[in-house]
């Protein structure tokens, strides 16, 4: 069973569409996070949430919001999608928002705006 | 500069070979995290040290706090040990940094 599981994998679209991505993670962890890695492969966070609260927001266009309907669900939602959006955004959740707890990474979703 | 240097940026290895991939910080961290990320795109958390040293099959991950590094080492290198490995630290306020990867390459 995928630990932690993102759809879609690739996702094609129109610059100025509004997107979701969907993030699952059925280990029970209670913090999740959405990171972007760019062109050049450099990973940066966007978000955690822990137990439907909003721990880290580090400076992202609020574009971007994630919306968790429960603690194994923590999807991104993009408005008005821009060139520069186009990277591999990938979901983690990890037991709780302590440092000493490994995260558990999805595959990711590559998204390309045209 | 990035708060996270890593270095080398590129690494070839034969089979069998002892390896080692650095990381300096700059900044004050509650943890410093490996990750693997393989050429397929997937990330694998390999380490999260706080202290000392951790141990896991072929890979060893040390840490010096005071001088603000870390190693990661691989013994008996592999093929399948071709992948970027990226270093990652945590802040006091639960946000993260990220070093640019190493990639590894490993010729059988």
């Known amino acids: 069973d995928t630990a932690v599981s993102q759809t879609p994998k690739y996702l094609v679209t129109q610059m100025g569409n509004d997107k979701s991505i969907k993030c699952e993670q059925n280990?029970?962890?209670?913090?999740m996070y959405w990171y972007k890695q760019d062109s050049k492969k450099f990973l940066k966070i966007m978000f955690s949430y822990n137990n439907k609260e909003l721990i880290i927001n580090e400076t992202v266009p609020n574009r971007f919001s994630p919306k968790s309907p429960d603690k194994a669900h923590l999807n991104l939602h993009i408005n008005s999608l821009e060139l520069g959006d186009s990277a591999v955004y990938f979901c983690?959740?990890?037991?709780?928002?302590?440092?000493?707890?490994?995260?558990?990474f999805g595959d990711g979703t590559r998204l390309s705006i045209l | 500069k990035n708060e996270v240097e890593q270095s080398p940026q590129n690494l070839t290895a034969q089979e069998g070979e002892f390896i080692t991939i650095n990381c300096s910080y700059s900044v004050g961290i509650s943890a410093l995290h490996w990750l693997q990320q393989h050429p397929g795109g997937g990330i694998v958390s390999l380490f999260m040290?706080?202290?000392g040293k951790k141990k896991h099959g072929r890979l060893i991950a040390t840490i010096n706090i005071q001088e603000k590094h870390s190693s990661l080492h691989i013994t008996a290198s592999h093929p399948r040990d071709s992948a970027v490995y990226i270093c990652?630290?945590?802040?006091?306020?639960?946000?993260?940094?990220f070093g640019a990867g190493t990639r590894l390459t490993v010729k059988p």
């Open positions: 983690a959740s990890s037991q709780d928002g302590q440092s000493y707890q490994p995260q558990h």
């Open positions: 990652a630290v945590r802040l006091g306020n639960n946000d993260m940094r």
């Open positions: 040290l706080s202290s």
């Open positions: 280990l029970g962890h209670d913090t």
